[in-house]
């Protein structure tokens, strides 16, 4: 009876040590949670308007924020342009910064990934409007 307690104990134990060496899928942790902005907000290209959100975000080929107006139930997928990390945060923090007249989301800090998303200011409408103008670009070769 011992004998068979022992081989049944090597089989236990050869089983896990298996499993252990086998590759496991990467997994990132998610980030998810839920905001107010008190005024209108531009995050990326989309204008967001003062009410409740939630958010969760993807980390899949790039660093992608899912948002949802909790009062008006709309949608909006927005990706960072930029990611670094840094000592774990105790808490997330959306940080918006002024242009002209309008709020943006410059970065946002996820607690406990020590992540920061950057995401580009909005193109003023001088801006969009200058590119217009250029139009198309010739490419000039010198002989």
């Known amino acids: 009876m011992l004998c068979r307690n022992i081989s049944w104990r090597k089989l236990l134990l ?3 040590t298996g499993l252990s060496v086998l590759p496991a899928p990467a997994v990132a ?3 998810y949670g839920k905001f107010t902005l008190v005024r209108e907000v531009r995050w990326g290209n989309i204008s967001l308007p003062p009410g409740d959100y ?3 975000v993807e980390h899949r ?3 992608t924020v899912l948002l949802h107006n909790l009062t008006n139930r709309t949608g909006a997928i927005v990706m ?3 990611v670094s990390t840094v000592d774990n945060s105790s808490k ?3 940080v918006l910064e002024q242009k002209g007249n309008e709020w943006f989301v410059r970065s946002f800090v996820l607690s406990g990934t020590g992540e920061v998303l950057y995401f580009n200011p909005p193109a003023t409408r001088t801006e969009a409007a200058q590119v217009a103008r250029l ?3 010739k490419a000039v070769s010198n002989p």
Do not use: F, H
């Open 29 to 31: 942790q998610s980030a």
């Open 135 to 137: 139009g198309p670009q």
């Open 92 to 94: 997330s923090q959306l």
């Open 61 to 63: 080929s790039a660093e």
């Open 80 to 82: 960072a342009t930029t």
């Open 54 to 56: 939630s958010y969760s």
């Open 14 to 16: 050869m089983a896990v």
